[in-house]
Nanobody, 121 residues
């Protein structure tokens, strides 16, 4: 059974940083694409990043380019989203999901439970 568990969310001041983790079980992460998505209250889900499988492809939304990076630790079946220079508009519930394709969230078949990120002074 595929399971994804996110952690690392919280409250941070504008300009601060957070690192989200998504640990997978039930499948091998390095053979699958995996993405980060977010949804703010009253807004549509937004694809934040997508790490391809063995092809090494990556996608980042324009809104986070240059501020967010994503990486995977295959030995621990975990992916990370490093978020720097956070802005209030980054406030949302962040989810990891697999598979992914660019910003598309409707291709995802397995989701984590989400972790809240709040950027506020």
């Amino acid at each position: 059974q595929v399971q994804l568990v996110e952690s690392g969310g919280g409250l941070v001041q504008p300009g601060g940083s957070l690192r989200l983790s998504c640990t997978a079980s039930g499948f091998t992460l390095d053979y699958n694409s995996i993405g980060w998505f977010r949804q703010a209250p009253g807004k549509e889900p937004e694809g934040v990043s997508c790490l391809g499988n063995s092809d090494g492809s990556t996608y980042f939304a324009d809104s986070v380019k240059g501020r967010f990076t994503a990486s995977r630790d295959n030995a621990n079946n975990t992916v990370y989203l490093q978020m720097d220079s956070l802005k209030p508009e980054d406030t949302a519930v962040y989810f990891c999901g697999t598979p992914c394709h660019g910003s598309s969230w409707d291709v995802v078949s397995a989701w984590g439970q989400g972790t809240q990120v709040t950027v506020s002074s």
